[in-house]
């Protein structure tokens, strides 16, 4: 009776061991987060279907969304300008089986409006970062270096997840808690750098870094002109080259923040010339490099090369 009960047990162990590791295999998924895709996990529900017509708004919706979303970006490569992009048949067909789409708006990604239009799907749900934002068509679209409207926009793709998915509202309060706090190194480095260096006199070869000059109360002295034809695809006017050469020439400009995807003969003769004068280069890019890192630790790393040519000005002085 004694070895019978033994063996009841022990068949009772065996079943509890293999049942807890059967679901374990059914019902985890080890993730990852590129800058195109985040894999699905296996869960009760399908996961939620986003097309981030670029990679930063796609990793940060992808943060917020966790487990619970597919995520899609279609602007991401590093050697390209993302101002020239031409979509394909593969991004059309991605937007039509979206849940949710996410443009940055003001002629920095037309193709992805035409493609939202064209499909004219009444339930899928669109955030254009430049209607949320009250910018108008033709501002200037690099959105994503203001501090202040990533904030707005993150807080709207919260909004939206809850709207579309408000089963997993719970989980969607933890991760948007938790992305809030990661973004606020990237924050407090913004401050940092206006407590220290507000005032500076700093040049960029494009209008990418407008938006982050204010912010870090840095003095963007280059010529607008010459910035926003960069930023076209235009070549700037006569004037506004000779302005932005004498200002480097001259040591007014100590910094000069460079483009690294909108490249062309004259920035690459302005970045050429600051060299020369021993004045400290910060590289930027359009889209998240390396594109596999989170939004965050991009733009820190970013705003750290800027704090240590800014320091290094600065002791050189």
Do not use: C
């Not at 910035?227 to 000779?242: F, L, W």
């Not at 600051?274 to 733009?299: H, L, R, Y």
Request: hydrophobic share 40%; aromatic share 8%; no cysteine.
């Amino acid at each position: 009776m004694q070895k019978n009960t033994y063996l009841i047990v022990a068949v009772l162990v065996a079943v509890i061991i293999v049942a807890t590791f059967t679901g374990v295999y059914l019902t985890t998924e080890t993730s990852s987060t590129s800058s195109s895709t985040i894999s699905q996990s296996t869960t009760s529900t399908s996961p939620l279907q986003i097309v981030a017509a670029e990679n930063f708004w796609g990793s940060l919706i992808s943060q917020l969304g966790g487990i619970h979303v597919h995520v899609f970006s279609i602007v991401s490569d590093p050697n390209a300008d993302p101002h020239e992009y031409e979509s394909n048949s593969a991004d059309a067909q991605a937007i039509a089986n979206a849940n949710y789409v996410i443009v940055n708006g003001a002629g920095y990604d037309t193709w992805a409006l035409s493609l939202i239009a064209a499909d004219n799907n009444p339930n899928q749900k669109v955030l254009n970062v430049q209607e949320l934002i009250g910018q108008s068509i033709g501002a200037n679209p690099h959105f994503w270096y203001s501090p202040y409207y990533v904030n707005d926009t993150v807080k709207a793709m919260y909004s939206d997840l809850l709207s579309l998915d408000p089963t997993n509202a719970a989980y969607y309060q933890q991760q948007y808690v938790a992305l809030n706090a990661s973004l606020g190194v990237y924050n407090e480095r913004i401050s940092e750098i206006r407590q220290l260096f507000g005032g500076t006199k700093v040049a960029s070869t494009e209008s990418i870094f407008v938006y982050l000059a204010n912010a870090t109360g840095l003095d963007l002295i280059s010529p607008p002109a010459f910035m926003e034809a960069v930023a076209e695809g235009n070549d700037p006017s006569a004037q506004s080259v000779v302005q932005f050469q004498q200002q480097i020439q001259n040591g007014s400009v100590k910094v000069l923040v460079y483009n690294e995807q909108t490249v062309t003969p004259l920035t690459q003769s302005i970045k050429a010339l600051a060299a020369q004068k021993q004045i400290p280069i910060v590289g930027v890019t359009e889209t998240i490099q390396p594109p596999d890192v989170a939004f965050q630790t991009w733009m820190n790393a970013e705003l750290l090369q800027l704090q240590n040519a800014l320091n290094q000005q600065a002791l050189g002085q």
